[in-house]
């Protein structure tokens, strides 16, 4: 007692809404009518690869934009191969299905969508050669996942980041998400907004769900691939707009858990969270204690983007109807 703080009525509860339309099986069905037996491996041993794609809705235009979504099933494939899966679509398909499924739920708002590779074999018995795979995909509408705008409060984790030579990070596999469950409930239940967590050797690795740039004496930096990030698709976005339009240099090297206490701006960034400003550190303020200047424009040149606004980065989204 006094751990579990769910009710058994909310945990029953499917957070979709029951006639949604789903892509599953190589088929579109009702969220309801889909059935996962009890013994799914996946649901055991963490046996999947994922993604979450956003679409965003304007208002202005009527439209859906859904937001890089090759690069995420690009991601996907890379993932999949890791835990010797394979995708049975191709990239252009899984686009194509995922722009169906829009459709279908006729979505006017912003949506999340989650496309599932997972170990189907309804047996007992840890390993990854000679199982079922299925795949799935359901989207749902989605606000924020993170505060954007006041800006987040950070600790530290006390939890290591996985490292590639256990479970790479870089692979987006559902069982390492253990680990952000862990990092991010201790950070939350102790009065944080988000965990930043450390790599093996010490150095920042990324938020819970979300890569890291720091702003220091005027160049941003961000911790390189082999210090077991998720290779996040918001990251690559954020470093050429850094380049193109704030004219600023982007690092990518280790970073030290003291610079995130001596740094001018910090920001997590991810589909998820978009681009959080990071405002305190360990109960440290990061540089004035406010939403950094560059941050804050960003973030605008962001959302302007992601919306279908900035005809420059048409490109970044596919506009569902
Ligand atoms: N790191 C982790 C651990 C994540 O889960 C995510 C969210 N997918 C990210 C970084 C950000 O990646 P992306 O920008 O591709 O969403």
């Excluded at 984790?157 to 870089?170: H, K, Q, T, Y």
């Excluded at 862990?182 to 093996?200: H, N, Q, R, Y």
């Excluded at 610079?259 to 540089?287: H, N």
Aim: hydrophobic share 40%.
């Amino acid at each position: 007692m006094g751990v579990e703080t769910r009710s058994k009525a909310a945990v029953k509860k499917p957070a979709a809404h029951p006639n949604t339309w789903v892509f599953f099986d190589g088929e579109f069905a009702r969220y309801n009518d889909v059935k996962l037996g009890l013994m799914t491996h996946a649901l055991h041993y963490g046996t999947a690869v994922f993604e979450g794609i956003r679409a965003y809705w304007n208002p202005k235009q009527s439209q859906l934009f859904l937001l890089e979504p090759a690069a995420h099933y690009e991601r996907m494939r890379r993932s999949a191969n890791v835990m010797r899966m394979q995708l049975p679509f191709s990239t252009e398909e899984l686009v194509n299905f995922t722009l169906d499924l829009l459709r279908r739920n006729e979505f006017k708002s912003d949506v999340y969508v989650r496309p599932l590779l997972y170990t189907s074999s309804e047996e007992i018995g840890v390993r990854l050669h000679n199982l079922d795979r299925n795949f799935f995909i359901y989207a749902i509408p989605f606000g924020k996942y993170v505060e954007v705008e006041a800006g987040i409060r950070c600790m530290v984790s006390s939890w290591r980041r996985v490292p590639d030579e256990a479970l790479p990070a870089r692979a987006k596999i559902t069982g390492s998400y253990a680990q952000a469950a862990l990092a991010k409930s201790e950070a939350v239940e102790g009065g944080f907004d988000e965990a930043i967590v450390l790599s093996m050797d010490g150095h920042v690795s990324e938020g819970s769900a979300e890569n890291l740039f720091m702003l220091k004496d005027g160049v941003f930096v961000t911790p390189p691939v082999t210090d077991d990030i998720l290779e996040g698709v918001t990251r690559q976005l954020l470093m050429k707009v850094i380049r193109d339009e704030l004219n600023l240099e982007v690092l990518e090297r280790s970073i030290d858990r003291t610079e995130l206490y001596t740094c001018d701006e910090l920001l997590l960034c991810g589909t998820g969270a978009q681009i959080s400003p990071v405002i305190e550190v360990d109960r440290r303020p990061v540089g004035d204690g406010k939403v950094g200047e560059f941050t804050q424009e960003l973030q605008n040149i962001y959302f302007n983007a992601v919306r279908g606004d900035t005809p420059k980065y048409k490109d970044w989204t596919i506009p569902v109807y």
